[in-house]
């Protein structure tokens, strides 16, 4: 078996050597094949790309200078009939003249504009410097004087460059007043055809290079510019090796560097425009293109390689490797498993108690709530029945009745109080009706009668003459002006003069204000927290301001309390319009 078992492995060793020598033999024949049909293509289609961009870039030029010389040659023919100058020219007076001629200028975009007489004498100039020149000999102005149309000069300029002049003659009833002369700025066309990588010039009719990226040009024919040396360009050897341009086909070849001419007519006085482009980029986009190709054709090789002689290893140690996360994946699952039962066994203990301590403390939040709320009606019943015993005393039965009858509204109240703190766990919105705030401000600064009474308090109410109307719940409203007017009766024990002001203001909220005199708010963080009070032990709970912030905010409004600029506390009811809850619903 042994022997039979190491033939066969031989036998299927020599298959897998020819079938990698085979892999090997086509993956070079068709690597060859794609980087010859790629560089043929590629090659192609980019020198085709190049030719049509470097045509549009020619048609956009000649436009460009077409549009520049006839955006001017309209120019002469508006400021010859421009009344100002005619006049100016007519009286001798040009005083006004060049501030005409500025205004203009802006708008036209021209180099410059100049009016001259009819002696060729400069009486008004963009340049002020030229104010003055004589011009009568000039080809602009002696060609304007002899004609009835405008008529385009290009003269050759100090600086070795040319100037393209626009020029009329200025007529009034049939007599010459002088010539408008018009500078036509071609030299910007020239800036941007600086900014891309060809070289480009204009001609005139006679050959000579007018317009040129290369200053250095200008005033020579096309041969006479060649044989002069070229500064560093994108087509500087194209440009240094050209012998005869005039027996030159379309393309001239350099170095494998092609340069593509290019030459368009311009429909103005016989002039044409040459362009020449580099065809250097053509080669390193194919280049890029067939180096990734045979990167990738050289990865694939190896990665063939790499394949036949790691197969049977790598098979082995993925099995390993497979069986060996499997048994330590399915020791992990066992643990997470035991680990999530502890954790679920856990979780129903602190569950359970959680649930236990929530009951007490609400059980407990409760008795203390209910004791906060009682103390204010009992110590009123208080005062009643000791005020209904002297009324009896004093043989004053009619107003003892009325005295019971107050008790009997505490009783009443206390009863409502009790189902109010049962009910204020539900928060439901089920007892709500409209309530004017007006009404629950006064029932609140009656039930704190008794109690102002034992004490030198100044209160000062302000209500709105309209009805202050909200959404809710009237007894929880008067319990929390109720809280709010002891804590301010409390903070004003120390004060010399008490003073309490109440203020009700209805806006886009109906707003309540409980502002005192006493010594303010230490905490503002804490002030609503359950138990947080800073009065004596006996004297309150710290209930009374988390139990109205939970109403408030029941009724859809907000509780907030600040310290006074002028010393003192003051708290702010705002609770929505009952108008704007109906418009909510709605």
Not at 119 to 135: I, Y
Not at 320 to 328: G, I, T, W
Not at 543 to 569: K, M, P, Y
């Amino acid at each position: 078996m042994n022997r039979t078992a190491t033939t066969t492995d031989r036998t299927t060793g020599g298959q897998g050597r020819w079938l990698l020598r085979l892999g090997v033999l086509l993956i070079c024949l068709l690597g060859i094949g794609t980087i010859y049909t790629t560089n043929l293509l590629l090659t192609e289609r980019f020198t085709e790309t190049t030719r049509n961009r470097a045509e549009v870039r020619l048609t956009l030029y000649v436009a460009n200078l077409m549009s520049e010389l006839q955006r001017n040659s309209i120019v002469p023919q508006l400021l010859a009939r421009d009344p100002e100058l005619i006049n100016a020219l007519s009286e001798g007076n040009y005083t006004l003249s060049t501030q005409r001629l500025l205004s203009f200028v802006d708008e036209i975009g021209a180099a410059s504009l100049m009016l001259l007489d009819r002696d060729g004498r400069a009486v008004a100039a963009t340049d002020r410097n030229r104010l003055g020149e004589q011009h009568r000999t000039d080809a602009s102005f002696v060609n304007a004087m002899r004609s009835n149309t405008t008529v385009f000069t290009l003269s050759e300029t100090p600086q070795g460059g040319f100037g393209f002049v626009y020029s009329r003659r200025v007529d009034q009833n049939g007599t010459t007043m002088g010539v408008i002369s018009v500078a036509v700025d071609l030299a910007k066309l020239e800036r941007g055809w600086a900014g891309v990588s060809d070289a480009v010039y204009v001609t005139n009719s006679q050959g000579q290079i007018i317009l040129s990226t290369e200053p250095r040009w200008r005033g020579l024919d096309e041969a006479e510019a060649l044989r002069r040396q070229t500064p560093p360009s994108a087509i500087e050897m194209a440009l240094r090796a050209t012998q005869d341009w005039a027996a030159l086909p379309i393309d001239a070849y350099l170095r494998g560097e092609a340069v593509l001419r290019r030459e368009a007519r311009v429909p103005f006085q016989g002039w044409r425009m040459v362009s020449y482009t580099a065809y250097s980029s053509v080669r390193e986009r194919v280049n890029g293109v067939l180096a990734l190709e045979v990167m990738g054709f050289a990865i694939l090789l190896a990665l063939l390689f790499w394949v036949s002689s790691r197969k049977a290893t790598s098979r082995l140690a993925i099995f390993a490797r497979e069986s060996a996360e499997l048994r330590s994946l399915n020791v992990a699952l066992q643990r997470e498993i035991a680990a999530r039962k502890q954790m679920e066994r856990n979780l129903e203990v602190a569950e359970q108690t959680v649930a236990q301590t929530s009951k007490l403390a609400a059980l407990g939040e409760m008795s203390a709530a209910v004791s906060h709320e009682l103390n204010q009606p009992l110590a009123a019943m208080k005062t009643y029945l000791a005020g209904a015993r002297l009324l009896l005393q004093r043989k004053r039965p009619e107003e003892t009745l009325s005295s019971f009858q107050r008790i009997d509204d505490l009783i009443d109240r206390m009863g409502a109080i009790t189902r109010q703190l049962k009910s204020y766990a539900r928060k439901g919105t089920e007892a709500f009706e409209p309530v004017d705030t007006r009404a629950a401000v006064s029932s609140a600064l009656s039930m704190m009668e008794p109690q102002l009474k034992t004490r030198r308090v100044e209160i000062s109410r302000t209500l709105p003459g309209e009805p202050a109307l909200i959404y809710g719940d009237r007894l929880r409203l008067e319990q929390v002006i109720i809280n709010l007017l002891r804590n301010a009766i409390d903070a004003t024990k120390s004060a010399n003069d008490p003073r309490i002001d109440v203020i009700l203001a209805v806006g886009e909220t109906v707003t309540l204000t409980v502002r005192d005199n006493g010594e303010g708010i230490d905490d503002l963080e804490q002030l609503f927290e359950p138990f947080y009070t800073t009065k004596q032990p006996g004297d309150g709970v710290g209930l009374g301001l988390a139990i109205s912030s939970g109403i408030v905010n029941d009724l859809g409004g907000r509780l907030t309390a600040r310290n006074g600029a002028d010393g003192g506390a003051v708290f702010e009811v705002q609770l929505p319009l009952f108008k704007t809850v109906a418009q909510a619903a709605e």
